[in-house]
């Protein structure tokens, strides 16, 4: 990790590597990538701190042009506290995250704005594995987000894209869990 001096020093450079480069000319989802990218990096930089982690992803995400990365830096930052793989992942979030029954609090409790809660609360999709594996479950999931804003376009979005991945696409799997949602949805 880094001490706050470092990371006052390096915000410069973050704010700018993702952003076009003499050598480097990325497409739109080159680049979304690159600052969710961005977000798993700031959380081993502040050592897990998630209120210093979203701070530089406030700083480094919004441009001058009217370009706004928060969402996907933030998504970064928080798939880093729910969606842990590899040893130093675990010894990284280890007591910091919170356990499935008192997610939402967390979530909800973020200080700031509510892209902040929206992408804490989607990305603990981990906790409610078992729960989103039916239509019920995700209209349960996603009402949460009823707290917060986009619950339509990104909750459900967001859990449909996971829920084709988890099947394998398997067309048998998703038309029977399609098939339990209302004609809107």
Known sequence: SLTDEQIEEVKPDLAIVCEEQPNWHP???????????????IMF?????INKSLEVCDVISVKNDGRDFRSLCYGGLFMQLFQPLEPEDFALIEDKAPKKESVKEF?????????RKEACWLQ??????KEIKTAEGVIGFCSHMKDFSLQNITCYSQIFHIAAQSSNYEIGILKEFCGGFPSEL
């Open 27 to 41: 497409t739109p989802f080159e680049q979304a990538h690159c600052y969710h990218g961005l977000g798993h990096l």
């Open 45 to 49: 930089a502040t050592s897990a701190d």
């Open 107 to 115: 979530c909800v409790n973020l200080p700031g704005i509510n892209l």
């Open 124 to 129: 603990a999709w981990p906790h409610f594995r």
